[in-house]
C-alpha cells in the first residue's frame, strides 16, 4: 500500500509540473510540427498522470488491482493515437513545404 501512496504522489507532482510546461505552451500549439508535437505529448502526459492518480485511488478503494493493466493500456493506446496525429500533420506541413 505505501508503495501505491508513492506513485500517487510522484504522479501528482508531475501533473503539477506537465499542467504548468502544457499551460505554457498553448500559445505556441498552433506554430509549427515539433511545437505542435511537444504540446499534443505534454497533453498526454497530463491525461496519463490524471489516470494514475484515479487508478491509485480506484485500487486503494476497491482493491482490484487489474485497474492498473486496464489504465496501462488505456493510456498506451492514447499515445498511439496522437502519434499517429503529429505524424498526419507532419505529413501535410512536409507536402505544403515542398510546395511552397
Not at 508531475?14 to 508535437?37: C, F, I, M
Not at 505529448?41 to 491509485?56: C, E, H, K, M, P
Not at 478503494?61 to 498511439?80: C, E, P, Q, W
Request: charged share 20%; no cysteine.
Amino acid at each position: 500500500m505505501a508503495a501505491r501512496g508513492i506513485m500517487m504522489a510522484v504522479a501528482a507532482i508531475s501533473l503539477l509540473v506537465n499542467a504548468t510546461v502544457l499551460y505554457l505552451l498553448g500559445k505556441y500549439r498552433d506554430r509549427e510540427v515539433q511545437l505542435r508535437a511537444t504540446w499534443i505529448f505534454t497533453r498526454v502526459d497530463v491525461i496519463a498522470n490524471v489516470a494514475v492518480i484515479l487508478s491509485g485511488l480506484t485500487i486503494l478503494l476497491t482493491g482490484f488491482r487489474f485497474v492498473d493493466l486496464i489504465v496501462g493500456g488505456a493510456i498506451g493506446s492514447h499515445v498511439v493515437t496522437e502519434a499517429w496525429e503529429i505524424l498526419r500533420e507532419a505529413k501535410v506541413a512536409r507536402s505544403l513545404a515542398k510546395t511552397a
